[in-house]
């Protein structure tokens, strides 16, 4: 059996050359006219590297050109980028990890650079960040903007600077790919890799690239407002899960910003007169009062779940290692 088939069958990436081990691994839904270059400048930029497409239920060539120009091209059932990524994780094998789209927006020429970032740096997870050299209507409208905004949001969060938390051009370790369990199915992934690499205190680097615009004939398909909806989601649902007593008690302080405006009335009734005369006002202090409470006491019991969770995966993270 040759070399590719069994690479095709078991996921394991075993070649000869000065990026063996390394697997570029590319999701891919209806890229006739941009992946024959993507496998074959990858393939060139990296000698020995394995090219692994990853064909989403394409209706076009997709897969037959991706084949033709030399990549190992596999089926993914499960209609989404996020999906296809979680598969291409669980199936394939390798030391090192390079994921890219399959539109030809990403140079092939920056993937040395960041997997020696990798390599430098020890870390699991590099970043193409596209936002300092980019052609001119490679970005969406508002996308750039769009992406400002989480980036921000996001470094504010976690306490780490971040540029670029959408780029589809990224270097991982074996570690990070075996161990991050991710839940998202569409586009709104790479932003669940970042938190999730910042939530596990994963090392993160960013390495800047010249994005281009894709070439005539070759359609996007995000789409600006449930794509961004779907990413400020994916930051909440991670925001409380991997921080809990920051995301509770932050409701709780609002909630208790509440009590005290609604029962100053009562209080002063009272103090007043030593009768309650807004009794609508004292039973919504009563009521957001005792939210408060409760979201602080859901906040501490979920922090120390959390706490033990994190304790846990280090230890899995350590077998990895």
């Not at 020696?116 to 193409?128: E, Q």
């Not at 750039?144 to 589809?168: E, M, P, Q, Y």
């Not at 680097?205 to 990413?231: C, H, M, N, Q, W």
Request: with cysteine.
């Amino acid at each position: 059996m040759k070399a590719e088939e069994q690479q095709a069958e078991t996921g394991v990436v075993t070649t000869t050359g000065q990026y063996a081990g390394v697997a570029v691994i590319v999701p891919c839904y209806n890229e006739e006219l941009t992946v024959a270059k993507v496998v074959r400048d990858f393939a060139a930029a990296l000698p020995g590297a394995t090219v692994l497409v990853y064909d989403n239920n394409s209706t076009d060539r997709t897969a037959i050109v991706a084949v033709e120009a030399g990549a190992i091209v596999r089926h993914a059932p499960r209609q989404g980028k996020g999906n296809v990524i979680k598969q291409m994780f669980d199936e394939v094998d390798a030391e090192i990890y390079v994921m890219v789209d399959g539109d030809d927006t990403y140079p092939a020429s920056s993937a040395p650079e960041l997997i020696a970032a990798l390599r430098r740096a020890g870390a699991d997870m590099v970043v193409g960040v596209r936002l300092f050299a980019f052609e001119q209507g490679s970005f969406r409208r508002f996308h750039r903007l769009g992406s400002h905004l989480v980036a921000g949001l996001i470094s504010a969060l976690f306490a780490s600077k971040v540029t670029d938390v959408l780029s589809g051009y990224r270097a991982f370790s074996r570690v990070f790919v075996k161990t991050v369990p991710l839940m998202s199915q569409g586009f709104e992934i790479e932003t669940e890799m970042t938190l999730q690499a910042l939530a596990k205190r994963f090392v993160v680097k960013e390495v800047p690239i010249a994005y281009g615009r894709r070439p005539e004939g070759s359609y996007s398909k995000l789409d600006t407002y449930s794509d961004g909806f779907l990413v400020l989601k994916s930051i909440v649902m991670i925001f409380k899960d991997y921080k809990p007593l920051l995301f509770f008690s932050s409701l709780s302080g609002v909630l208790l910003l509440l009590t005290l405006a609604a029962g100053m009335a009562p209080i002063l009734d009272y103090v007043r007169i030593r009768y309650v005369v807004h009794v609508p006002l004292a039973i919504l202090a009563t009521g957001t009062g005792i939210l408060s409470a409760l979201s602080l006491t859901i906040g501490l019991i979920l922090h120390t779940i959390s706490r033990y969770h994190n304790e846990t995966f280090e230890l899995l993270r350590k077998l990895y290692r």
